[in-house]
């Protein structure tokens, strides 16, 4: 049904753990992007691509890694996270400045 | 000030109300304009775009001051299906063209 799919949909890690979320894009888009939405807040701008360069860091953590192969493909590289970094992570796409689509999202719980 | 301010709510109305939320935002140079509804731990999607002339889709209508930096969104005759959280998004150029995302109004409709 979604042109955005995301994978894992639930990830539980430790803290000293690497994982890697992945986003893939199936409408041609050429802008992607990495929100975090927290319990009880409002959607947080992370990271964004426009034709697979990063445009925009919003002051996150080295502790999260982007990385965007091709305008297709958008990966979170995670390594040692905090628990305050459980959340739902979201990616998005665009086509310039028309609506995004968004991916399910990956629900993160860090123990 | 934040960049897209809108009231959390949580608005509650019984169904066959008429309710409206309201948006406003900071940076003038914002080209495009959304509304979104989130349902409980989903991802965003597009309910309707945006435009100055007023844009109406069935029993919702949004409408865009530009000169007061303005959004709105009208629901009339709410079903419980329309509970969800509405979030206003602007869309701003900074090389790529990125949104951003208000905190959400949160409306349940009961019967």
């Known amino acids: 049904e979604t042109g955005v799919t995301q994978t894992p949909r639930h990830l539980v890690m430790g803290m000293t753990n690497k994982k890697s979320l992945k986003c893939e894009q199936h409408l041609g888009h050429n802008a992607m992007y990495w929100y975090k939405q927290s319990a009880k807040k409002p959607l947080e701008l992370m990271f964004v691509?426009?034709?697979?360069?990063?445009?925009e860091n919003n002051s996150v953590p080295s502790r999260f890694s982007p990385e965007c192969p091709n305008s297709s493909h958008l990966f979170l590289h995670l390594h040692t996270l905090q628990p305050e970094d459980s959340a739902l992570y979201l990616c998005?796409?665009?086509?310039?400045?028309?609506?995004?689509?968004f991916g399910q999202g990956t629900r993160l719980t860090v123990v | 000030r934040k960049e897209v301010e809108q009231d959390p709510g949580p608005f509650n109305v019984p169904e066959g109300a008429t309710v409206a939320f309201n948006c406003t935002y900071s940076?003038?140079?914002?080209?495009?304009f959304f509304w979104y509804r989130q349902d409980c731990r989903k991802e965003p999607k597009l309910l309707m775009s945006?435009?100055?002339s007023g844009n109406e889709d069935g029993r919702f209508t949004a409408q865009l001051n530009r000169a007061s930096q303005y959004i709105s969104l009208l629901i009339r005759d709410s079903k419980l299906s329309d509970s969800a959280t509405y979030l206003c998004v602007v869309s701003r150029s900074g090389g790529s063209y990125i949104p951003t995302f208000g905190r959400g109004t949160s409306l349940i409709v009961h019967p």
């Open positions: 940076n003038s140079a914002s080209q495009s």
């Open positions: 945006v435009y100055s």
């Open positions: 998005a796409s665009s086509q310039d400045a028309s609506e995004a689509f």
């Open positions: 691509y426009n034709f697979k360069e990063q445009t």
